[in-house]
Each structure stands twice: as structure tokens, then as C-alpha cells.
């Protein structure tokens, strides 16, 4: 099964702030990852499709790079809105896998 | 609008059997790929199966294969998750997603589960 591991776990920003997330994979799966945000008791919602394309109707701050085995998504410019919880997803092979999710609090 | 609504959650004991469901509308059901993914504390976010656009192909995590089946009725816009056998570590909540592996096209890149139902919630307790 192909890991993926997020850091950090969580992370304290102010809005207006700069986040990034880390998600590494324990093998190689091209750009086939997704990011998602989830808020409690909801839903996760796609933001990042194909390691880097936003999502339609997902804010421009949002954006995600990488391939292989490195992805990043970063926030520029947090909003009250984006205080979540952020997973990455690989696609390449099953078992499909989720990262172990990174939250984002407030400071 | 493009929707996916489960249904079928409860309190059960353990050993004991359940069916949830997952009604779609707004798109054309019959061309997707379609997931079960769980979600609880202990293990977070976890893929439990696909099934193809048309229920020609199958896929199941470890640790649930041999007691989950998925099904679908095109003709009636409608996954199904058939769980035997329920442990206490099945307690979770249970949505079902789309994207874009195992539709009716070929997937040249993975578009990512971009349609979510709300969940239904299992609980497996004595």
C-alpha cells in the first residue's frame, strides 16, 4: 500500500497568513493526488485535482504543486473561512489512501 | 443539482449486518466510477471500495474485503454498500464519492472525488 504523510499536523496562522502543507508518498504516483478541506461535521470538498488544478469554484488562493512523491498545497493568504482540516489523496493504485490530515487552526 | 445522498446507518451489534445506500441525481450516474470511504477518529479518512460505471469491476480495502459488497442499479441511480459480519471497528461514517477512475471514459488524470454525499453514520456497539 502507498503511504502518504502529511506535515505538519497541525499549524497555528493568522488570517492574511501564507500555510503550506506537505503530503510525501511512500512511492512514486506521478501527479495522481488530490487535495481535499474539510470542516466538522461535514463533507471533505475537492480542492486540488491532479496534484496542481483547482478545482472550479475553489479560490485562487489555493494552490498545489509537485509530483512523484512530494506535493505541496499552500494557502496564500488565509482567510477565516480556511480554518480546516486539509488531506491528500493518491489515486495510482489501491488500496486508495488518504494522509492522516493536516488542521489549521487559528492563532 | 449534482447530488449523492447515503442512507442506511444505525446502532448494530457486532456480527450483525447492515445495507446503506447512496441515491445520486444532477449527472449521469450511469458513467461513474463510484466509491465508499469511511471516516472515524481512530482512523481517520479511509477508501473502503469502487465500483465501476457499470458494476463490472470491483475494489475493496483489506479490511473489508470478504464482508463488504458494493452494488449498483443504474436504473435507479443507486450504490449500495452490503456490510456483514460488523465489528466494533467498522463505527464510522460512511460516504459514498465520484471521480473520475472506472467511469465509462478512460482516466488520463485523476480529477479527484469532486462530489461528496453528506454521510450516514454506523455505529457498532453491543
Known amino acids: 500500500d502507498i503511504q502518504m504523510t502529511q506535515s505538519p499536523s497541525s499549524v497555528s496562522a493568522s488570517v492574511g497568513e501564507r500555510v503550506t502543507i506537505t503530503c510525501r508518498a511512500s512511492q512514486g504516483i506521478g501527479s495522481w493526488l488530490a487535495w481535499y478541506q474539510q470542516k466538522p461535521g461535514k463533507a471533505p470538498k475537492l480542492l486540488i485535482y491532479?496534484?496542481?488544478n483547482l478545482q472550479n469554484g475553489v479560490p485562487s488562493r489555493f494552490s498545489g504543486s509537485g509530483s512523484g512523491t512530494d506535493f505541496t498545497l499552500t494557502i496564500t493568504g488565509l482567510q477565516p473561512e480556511d480554518f480546516a482540516t486539509y488531506y491528500c489523496q493518491q489515486a495510482i493504485s489501491f488500496p486508495l489512501t488518504f494522509g492522516g490530515g493536516t488542521k489549521v487552526e487559528i492563532k | 443539482q449534482v447530488e449523492l445522498v447515503e442512507s442506511g446507518g444505525g446502532v448494530v451489534q457486532p456480527g450483525r449486518s447492515l445495507r446503506l445506500s447512496c441515491a445520486a441525481s444532477g449527472f449521469t450516474f450511469s458513467n461513474s466510477g463510484i466509491h465508499w470511504v469511511r471516516q472515524s477518529p481512530v482512523k481517520g479518512l479511509e477508501w473502503v471500495a469502487l465500483i465501476s460505471y457499470d458494476g463490472g469491476n470491483k475494489f475493496y480495502a483489506d479490511s473489508v474485503k470478504g464482508r463488504f459488497t458494493v452494488s449498483r442499479d443504474n436504473s435507479k441511480n443507486t450504490l449500495y454498500l452490503e456490510i456483514n459480519s460488523l465489528r466494533v471497528e467498522d463505527t464510522a461514517v460512511y460516504y459514498c464519492?465520484?471521480?473520475?477512475?472506472?467511469?465509462?471514459?478512460?482516466?488520463?488524470?485523476?480529477?479527484?472525488?469532486?462530489?461528496w454525499g453528506q454521510g450516514t453514520t454506523v455505529t457498532v456497539s453491543s
Open positions: 464519492a465520484k471521480d473520475n477512475i472506472f467511469g465509462v471514459a478512460t482516466a488520463l488524470q485523476y480529477d479527484g472525488m469532486d462530489v
Open positions: 491532479a496534484a496542481s
